[in-house]
């Protein structure tokens, strides 16, 4: 519980209120009796309270929040338990409303007590409610409510959801590659700004022909790597540079001895991320800046895409071995390992192979993982050295997470697409048995609200724990999820 909780339970047990409370309306508001504080169960957090509206007193429960939005986020929009409530109080006037509504539609009045009380006791309360935004978390409406439904049911769940998940994933790529198809038959340089499609385009049957050129994949994998590596704040421009600087354009020098510094170099020019001046303390930045300038000179007239600018790019609140340059400089060189080596195709054909689980998963994590080397191995921004040198710019954390979002469903959607059935099987096999490495806050925090602890190591867990979050918790969906009927009916 937290200080200010604290303070507000007692104001409200010894209605230390400095005027009168009203309602929205300026309706009297009297406290005949302020119920009992519930320290023990689920529920409303005084029961039993008799409230005096105008001329009528009403018995019923109390409920206090620090948010007038905790109410739907915490569940009470749709607990039974919560029917019973006759006010509610809330704590901040941010995004406050006059009224909240029961599970049974009811229309409850609400009251913000920073209103009602003693100056000093609104500055230490409004204090603890500023800091507490800033770390501010969102808490799933079941949190401390599911020990009654069963692991193995919850279990059951989240596989669906994982399933789910993938199978989401593997159509949004469909109509990714569709689209290709689409704009390099109508000649449409990408990425497009605005494009409205006819209805030919809608109405169009492909057959497996028509996906046999494996430029196309190639280039789905390039963008699908590339938002995985621009995390959540830089993922929309990376699709957006994969796009620009294509495998088309690339492929023109595959044969170059020094391809992999023609893919560096037409990223970081492209991007806008290419410092314009030539004043740097160190020399290894002269260097690179120069030989990364040159190169592109000699090859831009090939180009014609769209270039970016430094502002696109966001490096606040990046740590710096997660800065857009690292990223970069790590995604050019996998990339060029990719379409070097023929992987996309070299992939496909190892699924045809007999091979254990771990066998796969070695050679997967083998393609993905990233040392670092070169320039952006000692840096982390432009004439900026990095405190010590970069073992990996992917490491096993990152290269799970691709192989999970990028490689399964890409690979499943080619099989499928081929009709390549055996392969589809193997494949989704090791997905649902794949054991990955680290986490993030998100999936900790659905797997400890749902107190399946370890449970998401297993990557259908982990997904579905996202998908369950996104899609439902944070919706207020849980009516519709199967664990919230349970709690919640």
Known sequence: MSIKEIFVYEIWKENKFEKNLTTEDQQKIEIVDPGTHNKDSSGPDFTNARIKFGNITYLGDIEIDTWHSDWKAHGHSFDKKYNKVILHVVISKDKYQPFVFSKDGRKIHSVCLLDFIDENIHSAILKAVESEKKNRVFDMPCLGRNESVHKKEKLDFLFELGVERFNKKS???????????????MNIREPILKYDFTED???KKYTPTDFNDIQIWEQLIY?????????????????KLAKSVNVLFLNNFSSDEKFEEIIECSLFNVSGLMPSSSKFREEATVEYVRKSVELWNLICDKYDGATYKKEDWNFFKHRPQNFPTIRLGGGAHLICHILKNGIFKNLTEIFKEEKKEKEFTVILRNLIITEGRGYWASHYNFDKLSKENLNYFIGITRADEIIVN???PVLYLYFDI?????????????????????SNRLVEQVESTLGLAKSSRRSINSQAMIELFRTYCVKERCLECRIGKKIFN
């Open 201 to 203: 385009y809608y109405n």
């Open 406 to 408: 990028v490689l399964f």
């Open 171 to 185: 159509k949004r790529l469909l109509e990714r590659l569709k689209e290709m198809l689409y704009l390099k038959e």
């Open 418 to 438: 081929f009709d390549d059935v055996e392969s589809g099987r193997k494949l989704k096999h090791i997905y649902i048995n794949y054991t990955q490495h680290g």
């Open 223 to 239: 963008e699908m790597i590339f938002e995985a590596l621009g995390y959540s704040r830089n993922k929309e421009i990376m699709i």
